[in-house]
T-cell receptor, first 112, second 116 residues
Framework: GQQLNQSPQSMFIQEGEDVSMNCTSSSIFNTWLWYKQDPGEGPVLLIALYKAGELTSNGRLTAQFGITRKDSFLNISASIPSDVGIYFCAGLLGGSQGNLIFGKGTKLSVKP | NAGVMQNPRHLVRRRGQEARLRCSPMKGHSHVYWYRQLPEEGLKFMVYLQKENIIDESGMPKERFSAEFPKEGPSILRIQQVVRGDSAAYFC??????????????FGDGTRLSIL
């Protein structure tokens, strides 16, 4: 089936650092979504992107829909402890009935 | 996140029993999606339903699994004769108009199914 390659798989952050993660695919997507999942909870929508080249911010979060429509990135600026968790990208293929394809996630942890 | 309600939050079953997972979508949402998540993995699509109709079940195993979304009441994901490999977190999402660009899916907190 279709796959999204999400990287990095995990990263450690120190408070105040900027964080960047991305998703790539060999397929063209019409929509990119970024979710955050905390332990024991469901994914919470952070940012939704609907047009190629679109750059959207939500507080300290910024995400972009790649020009080729095959990739997207998420940046978190000036990270804080509550940013830890697992971040998922999800995409919607053209002609899809609405079923999202998810990446495997980027796990954000605090540096010891 | 609390808008989509799933129950139970945790469900323990023995091999061979049936598991029933319920999902009430957000108010005003008539499109429901079920996803499965294994540990350390992303979510995998199973089935998409509108009221009284299955629209896409391409991600659902052909045997033992079924889903419904009746005119009244929650959507139900049913797993018959459960096996250990069915242990996972099952998430439900809902939206208003999935093909419209501005209607993303919102997820519930999931049901953690454990098979003994």
């Amino acid at each position: 089936g279709q796959q999204l390659n999400q990287s990095p798989q995990s990263m450690f952050i120190q408070e105040g650092e900027d964080v960047s993660m991305n998703c790539t695919s060999s397929s063209i997507f019409n929509t990119w979504l970024w979710y955050k999942q905390d332990p024991g909870e469901g994914p919470v929508l952070l940012i939704a992107l609907y047009k190629a080249g679109e750059l959207t911010s939500n507080g300290r979060l910024t995400a972009q829909f790649g020009i080729t429509r095959k990739d997207s990135f998420l940046n978190i600026s000036a990270s804080i402890p509550s940013d830890v968790g697992i971040y998922f990208c999800a995409g919607l293929l053209g002609g899809s009935q609405g079923n999202l394809i998810f990446g495997k996630g980027t796990k954000l942890s605090v540096k010891p | 996140n609390a808008g989509v309600m799933q129950n139970p939050r945790h469900l323990v079953r023995r091999r061979g029993q049936e598991a029933r997972l319920r999902c009430s979508p957000m108010k005003g949402h008539s499109h429901v999606y079920w996803y499965r998540q294994l540990p350390e993995e992303g979510l995998k699509f199973m089935v998409y339903l509108q009221k009284e109709n299955i629209i896409d079940e391409s991600g659902m195993p052909k045997e033992r699994f079924s889903a419904e979304f009746p005119k009244e009441g929650p959507s139900i994901l049913r797993i018959q004769q459960v096996v250990r490999g069915d242990s996972a977190a099952y998430f439900c999402a809902s939206s208003t108009r999935p093909r419209q660009a501005d209607q993303p899916q919102h997820f519930g907190d999931g049901t953690r199914l454990s098979i003994l």
